[in-house]
């Protein structure tokens, strides 16, 4: 079973940075970043291999927003930058094994955190 914990949300202006960290009790193979805003369905925000070498990104948050994993530590971190008031939202880990992680639906995650809130004010 894997566990994943995540930290570092919190309120921040617009234009502002915060970075998420997702920290995991075991190990598998691909992660992932989704979120969920009030009234609105969850999305996928950012994606990553085993590896590290590849990731994979929702056209929102392209530019913005950079996923990275430390396999030493454990964790796999999302970077967002320039924040906008449209990316507040519960923002949630995820962990699996499939190889069409990168597609960014979530029925290719096996594992997943409680979230963490995430609010930009404008």
């Known amino acids: 079973q894997v566990q994943l914990v995540e930290s570092g949300g919190g309120l921040v202006q617009a234009g502002g940075s915060l970075r998420l960290s997702c920290a995991t009790s075991?190990?598998?193979?691909?992660y992932g970043w989704f979120r969920q805003a009030p009234g609105k369905e969850r999305e996928f925000v950012a994606a990553?291999?085993?590896?590290?070498?590849?990731?994979y990104y929702a056209d929102s948050v392209k530019g913005r927003f950079t996923i990275s994993r430390d396999n030493a530590r454990n964790t796999v971190d999302l970077q967002m930058n320039s924040l906008k008031p449209e990316d507040t939202a519960v923002y949630c880990c995820?962990?699996?094994?499939?190889?069409?992680?990168?597609?960014?639906?979530?029925?290719?995650?096996?594992?997943w955190g409680q979230g963490t809130q995430v609010t930009v004010s404008s």
């Open positions: 995820a962990g699996g094994s499939s190889s069409n992680y990168h597609t960014g639906l979530s029925r290719f995650y096996d594992y």
């Open positions: 075991g190990r598998t193979v691909n």
């Open positions: 990553v291999s085993w590896s590290g070498r590849n990731s």
